[in-house]
């Protein structure tokens, strides 16, 4: 909404519908299977944790061969799988399975940004993608923030038209996935603070209380012995004992 525009697809209209009309979890997801190395490529409808191994026989199997390179999500948005046994998420709506000789290989470099402008023209949110670059690559991330990295849908529009090559998503799925991670150590540092200086407080009021609580027994005590009625203070054992040690030694000097 704060670009003016509201993008949804058709699983996440269904499970909401499923949801408010029929009172439904989403344990399910409509799950695309396509690539050249799938046999039948289709929709399937699937539960929550399904692997993608038994989604792929699903769909007949590979084509070409007894694997494939497995991307979640479409060419541009999509990521590279570790394997079939990753199961089927709340965000799987599409897994295309692919020859490794059709996936296109990296070069392992790309050139400088040169400026041009046509990441910042494909942009759908109206970002600046090459500033983002040039701070998220600095791990400036408060700079990141101020050009607005989280507004960053990850479509990957910069990405395909860059002239350079520069994989612009990648480097602003890592300052994401960076600033999150110090938010959180953060938010942990202030918990334990707080937990501490709670700490602290309470055992400096429950030290209070108590000097507070002996010293109105003292005073109690001090006025029960100083009123005209109040009974005689008890003499001391000990004091008492070395009195009487005292008297007899004289006795027995004077004898």
Known sequence: FDIGLFCQNVGTCAAITRALEKDEPLISRVV??????????????????????????LAGGYRHGASGHLV???????FALSGSEVPIVKASNCIMVMREETIPKAPGYHDDCIRCGKCTEVCPAQLLPQQLYWHARAKAYARTREFHLFDCIECGC??????????????????????????????????????????????????????????????????????PGGEKPV?????AALDRVKARKKLEQED
Request: include cysteine.
């Open 32 to 57: 695309t299977m396509s690539g050249d190395n799938i046999a039948q490529p289709g929709n399937w409808e699937v539960r929550l944790g399904t692997p993608i191994n038994h989604l792929i026989g």
């Open 72 to 78: 979640m999500g479409g060419s541009m948005m999509g």
């Open 158 to 227: 910069c990405s395909t038209v860059c002239p350079s090559r520069i994989p612009l998503v990648q480097y602003y799925r890592a300052a994401k996935s960076e600033i999150r991670a110090a938010q959180k150590a953060q938010f942990k540092s202030d918990r334990a603070r707080l937990r501490f200086e709670f700490r602290e407080k309470r055992l400096l009021l429950k030290k209070q209380q108590d000097e507070e609580r002996r010293r109105l027994k003292r005073e109690a005590l001090q006025k029960k012995n100083a009123s």
């Open 235 to 239: 003499a001391d054992p000990v004091q």
